[in-house]
Structure formats: structure tokens, C-alpha cells
């Protein structure tokens, strides 16, 4: 599992760790039964504190999306994609509400915001075909 940590980020470091864990999770990158990197591994990985590690791993056992395995180390369990997906799109939807609330405050008409989305959503769709070929 590759780890971007951006420690200039708002974000703390180990809520950018559960993100990418989750994220991951719900992209099909981490499967169901399969092990997280073990602390060391994932602060060694991500250059930070395995502190700070082993605080997004209790995070994630809480939040039922990890589960210990003894013996063997943290693995993914079985209700955690459909969690993950859920938790992916509020997320974004908050991040949404957040730029459009903005937008609104500033006085972008309705009109002019769904011709940006449009168009961005062309773009971004566009530079992710190219990567794919």
C-alpha cells in the first residue's frame, strides 16, 4: 500500500492515513480478509511516527473497518467496503457543500457553478482516459 502523506496539510496526519485506508478499501485497492501494513511498515512507508500510525489503526478498528487477526497483524473485514464507500461519497459531498456555500457567499450564479463542474469533470475525465491508454 503506497502512502502520501502531506504534512503541510489541514488534514492530521493520521486522519490523511485513515482517508487513504478507506479510500483504498473502497476503490477495491485493499480486498476483504486482506492485512494493512503492520506499524512499522506503514510509518517507515509514510515517514512519520508509528505514534501516529497505530493511532489511525485504532481508529479504524473502532470504526469496523479493521479487525486483529491474531498472530498475523490487522486485516480488512468483510463489512468494510460498503462502510468505506459511504463514508468516500459523505466525505466528498461535505468537501462539495463546502466550495459551493463559498461560491454562493461570493455571488456565482447556479448557472455559472454547473458549467465550471461541467467542465471540469470533462477535463479531469479526459486526463484520466489518456493515463489509461
Known amino acids: 500500500m503506497f502512502l502520501r502523506i502531506d ?5 492530521p496526519i493520521y486522519e490523511q492515513i485513515v482517508r487513504q485506508v478507506k479510500f483504498a478499501i473502497a476503490n ?6 486482506e492485512h494493512v501494513p503492520s506499524v512499522r ?10 505514534n501516529t500510525v497505530a493511532r489511525a489503526y485504532r481508529e479504524l ?3 469496523g473497518i479493521l479487525v486483529p487477526i ?3 497483524g490487522l486485516a480488512v473485514t468483510p ?4 462502510l468505506c464507500r459511504k463514508q468516500r461519497l459523505e466525505l466528498v459531498r461535505e468537501r462539495l457543500q463546502s466550495v459551493l456555500t463559498e461560491a454562493l457567499q461570493n455571488q456565482i450564479e447556479p448557472d455559472e457553478l454547473r458549467k465550471m463542474l461541467e467542465s471540469e469533470l ?6 484520466k482516459s489518456t493515463r489509461s491508454e
Not at 477495491?28 to 480478509?33: D, P
Not at 511498515?41 to 508509528?50: C, I, K, L, R, T
Not at 463489512?79 to 460498503?82: D, I, K, W
Open 7 to 11: 504534512p503541510a496539510s489541514s488534514v
Open 70 to 72: 491474531r498472530g498475523t
Open 61 to 63: 478498528q473502532a470504526d
Open 28 to 33: 477495491r485497492t485493499l480486498q476483504v480478509g
Open 79 to 82: 463489512e468494510a467496503p460498503q
Open 41 to 50: 511498515e506503514m510509518a517507515s512507508q509514510g515517514a512519520v511516527n508509528p
Open 122 to 127: 470533462k477535463r479531469l475525465s479526459g486526463r
